[in-house]
């Protein structure tokens, strides 16, 4: 059964630092295509970066490109987003989502399955 699950999302001062972890069962990573969203309240998904199944990674939120970084740990069949200099809007849920054609975009509506989300909050 396919499940993604996320983890490490919390509140953080702006400046700090959050990891946040996709684990993936029930397929095998490296196959798809995997990335991440995040979304706010009243606003549409955002794409924030995302690896394809060649490992090439295109990041899609301009004002995460140089803090943000997605990494794949195919043995342990989990998606990383380490993200660095917190900003207070950065503030969101965060949602690892995968795409079976193995290609990447920032549409939501193209991604085939997604996490739960984890909340990520800055703030001081």
């Known amino acids: 059964q396919l499940q993604l699950v996320e983890s490490g999302g919390g509140l953080v001062q702006p400046g700090g630092s959050l990891r946040l972890s996709c684990v993936v069962s029930g397929f095998t990573l490296d196959n798809y295509a995997i990335g991440w969203f995040r979304q706010t309240p009243g606003n549409e998904r955002e794409g924030v970066s995302c690896i394809r199944r060649s490992g090439a990674i295109t990041n899609y939120a301009d004002s995460a490109k140089d803090r943000f970084t997605i990494s794949r740990d195919n043995a342990k069949n989990t998606v990383y987003l380490q993200m660095n200099s917190l900003k207070p809007e950065d503030t969101a849920v965060y949602y690892c989502?995968?795409?079976?054609?193995?290609?990447?975009?920032?549409?939501?509506?193209?991604?085939?399955?997604w996490g739960q989300g984890t909340q990520v909050t800055v703030s001081s």
């Open positions: 989502v995968i795409r079976w054609s193995g290609s990447c975009s920032s549409y939501a509506g193209f991604y085939d399955s």
